[in-house]
């Protein structure tokens, strides 16, 4: 094995570790858990705040120091304006509900077809537990830590073998690491995009906040929404003026994005420049030095397993 399938391979350890770690400490809290009261460990609020301290907090270290071991690149800073800033959440919003449409298209298919109706977890875990956790949760820790996990510490590290190679890859794991099909999709389209971002500007900062703003239209807004909706079709006589203004602010503000997003991508698509500046590797052969070695099958197939088991195929 050359030195370069070593280093992706070692990547690929590393991100099979930081799914499997989080579910050692997980079997030890849930056991101390049990000790105190085993009906905690029912309860979805409960089992949240515990899946945001293992799979973010408790692992951040153990992940850092590994990836600490890996070669990396500072990429240069370049700060943009708030209109740049805003195409970028724009576009992150169209992507984010392309990427879903495709995932609900396919599932739906599959759930008709090969097998059960197969129900999306983030949406699961969005019905079912408080608002406050989803706007802690999902709204605020994961964007920051899966920023740093599938961009900052795996871009700064690929990033010498060409920003295309950093940029498909970042995509290509955060995809898989969400383990389900209804979330892969929007996940390729957005990691990539974010890595684009990353690379482009070399804040984490800025992809943090894209990150962040598409988590809280899927989560907490569209909760509102989905509230405000439920009010005024079952009290259309007595609609209360909040729930009409969360349902316009809703509608208006995608309609802004969107135009915003579809707009730009349109209009720029063929002039899109990746920044290589920082290439120092040329691949003669990269699908097989990324893709086929023992780490990154490793991590490839237990999440192919896990996706799998998501839509009941096994």
Request: positive net charge; contains cysteine.
């Amino acid at each position: 094995m050359n030195e370069h399938k070593k280093v992706f391979s070692r990547i690929g350890f590393n991100y099979l570790l930081l799914a499997l770690i989080p579910l050692i400490f997980q079997i030890i809290i849930v056991n101390i858990i049990a000790l105190i009261d085993v009906n905690l460990i029912k309860n979805i609020n409960v089992q949240t705040i515990l899946g945001a301290l293992t799979n973010y907090i408790l692992i951040l270290p153990v992940f850092v120091y590994l990836m600490g071991k890996i070669d990396s690149t500072t990429i240069p800073e370049e700060g943009v304006g708030i209109k740049r800033f805003i195409t970028y959440i724009a576009i992150s919003m169209v992507l984010m509900w392309v990427g879903s449409i495709i995932g609900i298209i396919i599932t739906t298919i599959l759930g008709n077809t090969v097998t059960d109706n197969i129900v999306n977890p983030i949406e699961k875990l969005i019905e079912n537990s408080s608002i406050y956790i989803n706007l802690l949760v999902i709204t605020i820790l994961a964007p920051i830590f899966e920023e740093i996990f599938f961009r900052k510490l795996l871009i700064d590290r690929t990033i010498k073998y060409g920003a295309k190679l950093s940029i498909l890859l970042s995509a290509l794991l955060f995809a898989l690491f969400h383990g389900n099909l209804s979330q892969f999709f929007y996940a390729f389209l957005l990691g990539g995009f974010f890595a684009y971002i990353y690379i482009k500007t070399g804040k984490i900062i800025y992809t943090i906040i894209c990150h962040l703003i598409v988590n809280f239209y899927g989560s907490v807004f569209s909760t509102f929404f989905n509230t405000a909706i439920h009010n005024i079709n079952n009290q259309i006589s007595m609609a209360n003026a909040g729930d009409i203004a969360v349902v316009a602010l809703y509608i208006i503000s995608l309609i802004i994005f969107w135009s915003i997003g579809l707009y730009t991508i349109f209009k720029n698509y063929k002039n899109i420049k990746l920044n290589d500046s920082l290439r120092e590797i040329y691949l003669e052969k990269p699908v097989q030095t990324v893709l086929l070695n023992v780490g990154m099958i490793l991590f490839i197939l237990y999440h192919i397993i896990v996706i799998l088991q998501s839509i009941n195929l096994i």
